[in-house]
């Protein structure tokens, strides 16, 4: 069985917002804002860079360096 919270679509949204859909067709709305404080996320500041936010079958991913855990997604998404 697919766990819930396996990322099938991300859309990059204003605001430092994804729309993520997962695989059970779920849609939630993530805010990363708060997260750009972390210097691992630091670049996503960068609003082009953010914008190319995709997944790789499971997560929401912008490099090899840069991801989102897909539970902590899931949990503290607001759903749509």
Sequence with gaps: MIPKWVVKDVQPLDDYKLLVTFVHGEQKIYAMAP??????????????????????????????????????????????
């Design 35 to 80: 997260l750009l404080e972390y210097p691992v996320f630091k670049p996503l500041s960068n609003t082009v860079f953010f914008k190319s936010a995709h997944t790789d079958g499971c997560t929401v991913v912008w490099n090899d360096e840069i991801d989102i855990d897909p539970e902590s997604i899931y949990n503290e998404g607001i759903s749509i």
